[in-house]
C-alpha cells in the first residue's frame, strides 16, 4: 500500500500530536455539490450510485478536490445490509428510501439471517477502488449503520417521525427486537471488517435514531450492540491502528457511557458544548464535531467565528476531529463549506505549537 | 373562586408534601380520543375549536372525564400569539400550521409589533369558561409557546426539518432574529399574564425547538428570552404561587441552566434520566415528565414498568409532576393512557409516605 501523504486525521483520533485540527464533513459526496448531481444523473439512480464502484470512487472524490479536506469517507447508504439481508431495498421520489418488506411479524423476525457478505461486494470493491484513486492522498472512512438505527428502518419500512412500531416492539416485545438486533450486529461486524480489509483505514458507526429512546432503553437497545460490535472488529492492519468512531445523534447527555463502549472517538451533534465533553471523557477518547450544520446558511464571517468558537472549546492539544454534528445540507453552499475548511485549518494551528 | 378540590398537582411544583405524584399529559384534549374527534367534527375546523370557548371547554375536560388527572390544560394552539401579530394563521390538510406571511426581511421585522391582546380574547374567554366548568375539580394550566419556538414558525412560515431560514438568520442577521424575539417576549408575557389574570392556576412555556440549537446559541436566543418572560409575570394571585413551568424538548444537556431562569418546575423528555436530573438541579426546582410517549405503545404490563422505573429513579419525596416527555400521540390507546394514569397513582404513594 502507499504511504499516507496526510495521516493529520488518523493522529487526532488517537490524541497523536498534529500541526492543525484536521476537518472532514459527513455527507460531504453529496447533493450540495453541482459535480455530484451530475454523476448521479448519470448513474441513473441513487442505488446505481452506490453499486458502481466506479461511480461511487468518483463521488468519493470530488470534494477532495474542492477542500483540502483529512479525509475521504466512502460514498454508501446506510441501508445496504438489510437490503442484503433480504429487505428489498428501494428509493422512492422525494420519499426517502424504503423498505419492500418489514420486520413486524414474529416469523419474519425469526426468519431473518446474517447478512451474506456476497451480497455486499460491490461496497468492497468501492472501497480498493477508492483508496487506489485516492493514492495515500488522505485515509479513506468505512462506515455502517448502528445496529438499532438499521432495525428502525427494517421495522418502520422506512423514515418516521414517531418511531411507532419499533417503540411498540421495543416495551411490548423486547426479546423479538433484540433478535433483530443481534443478527444485525452480527451482520454489521462482518460488514465492516470487510471494508477494513478491503482497504478502509478507520470506521465510524453511524447511529442516527439512538437518541430518540430514553436513557435507559438507548442503553439496552443501543449502546449495547455497537460494543459487541467493536469488540469484534479488526483494531490494527500492517502495523497501523484502525481507529473506530461512533456517533449518535443526540447523545449528548450519555458522553460518559459512549466514551466506554472501546471506540477511539466519540462523535457529537452541535447540541453539546465540546469543551464540557472533553472533560467529561477525559483521556479516553478522542473527540469529532461539533458545527452545526445549518450555521452553513450564515455568511462566511459568521462561519468563521462559530469555528474559532467551537475550536477554542476544545482548547490546546490533540484529540480533536473537527467535523459537522449532522450530514451537510444539500441546499448548502459549497462557499460556505469551503470557507469552513479553511477556517479550521488557519485557525487551529495555535492550538497545536 | 371555589375552592381547589384536588391541589396535589400545585403542591407538587411547588416542592410541598404530598400523597401521590400528580399526573397530566401533554396534549391530554387531543386526537386520540374519539370524543374529541367528534367535537372538531362538529367544530369544523382546529381553529374553530380554539376561538370557540364552549367548544374549548369541552375538549379541555374530556380527558378529565376519562382519566383522574391531576389537572387540566387549556386547549388552543401555541401559534395565536404569532396569528394575533398578523401573520395569517391556516391550517392546510395534512400539512400542519402554516402562516400566510413569513417574517424573512428587514422590513417585515421591522413593522412586527407586539401583539394587540384584544385579538386574544377568545383565549382568555376559554380560559374563563373552563374555570367555571372545572367548578374547582382540579387546578388549569395556561401556557405559550416559547419565544424562539413561535419565532421558528414565523420565519419558515411552518413546521420545518431544518430551520433553514432561522439558523441563516440568526448566523449572519442575529440582531434581526433579537428584534423578533424581544417583540415576541413582550407578547407572550402579557398573553401569560392575561391567562393567569382570566383563572389560570400555573403557566407552562413550551420551547419544541430550542434543542435544535447548540449549546451557545440556546442560551442566547431561547433561554434568555423565556427569563425575561418569566421575570414579568404574575407570580400570586389571591395569596396563592402561580407556578411556572419550562419546558424545553431536547434541553436535557442544560438542565442546571434551565433551573436557573426563575421557573418553579423544569420539563423533561424522556432522554433524561429523571434521577440524574434532580441531582442536577437540586431543590431549585421540581421536575416534570418523562415517559417516552411512545411507550404507551408497549402493553398495559409494560406501561406500568416503565412508570415504575421513572418513579423509582425520581424516588421520595414531592418535587416530581409525572407526564409524558412530549405531547400524547394521536394514534395512542386510550386505555393505555388510563393504565399510565392508574399506574403513577397506585406506585407512586410508597415515595410519599
Known sequence: MTQLKNDTFLRALLKQPVDYTPIWMMRQAGRYLPEYRATR??????????TSPDYATEVTLQPLERFPLDAAI?????????????LGLYFAEGEGPKF??????????QALEVAPLEKLQYVFDAVSSIRRALDGRVPLIGFSGSPFTLACYMIEGGGSADFRHVKAMLYARPELLHRILQIT???????????????????QIFDTWGGALSHAAYREFSLAYMQQIIAGLTREVDGRRVPVIVFTKGGGQWLEAIAGIGADCVGLDWTTDIGLARVRVGEQVALQGNFDP???????????AEAARILAAYGHGSGHVFNLGHGISQFADPAHAG????????LSRQYHL
Open 100 to 109: 419492500e418488506r418489514t420486520l413486524r411479524d414474529e416469523a419474519a423476525i
Open 294 to 304: 445549518n450555521a452553513l446558511f450564515g455568511s462566511p464571517a459568521s462561519i468563521e
Open 185 to 203: 450486529a452480527q451482520s454489521v461486524t462482518a460488514y465492516l471488517n470487510a471494508q477494513i480489509a478491503a482497504g478502509a483505514q478507520a470506521v
Open 74 to 86: 466512502l460514498f454508501s447508504d446506510i441501508l445496504t445490509v438489510p437490503d442484503a439481508m433480504g
Open 339 to 346: 470557507a469552513l475548511v479553511d477556517a479550521v485549518h488557519r
Open 41 to 50: 444523473a448519470k448513474a441513473g439512480s441513487f442505488m446505481g450510485l452506490c
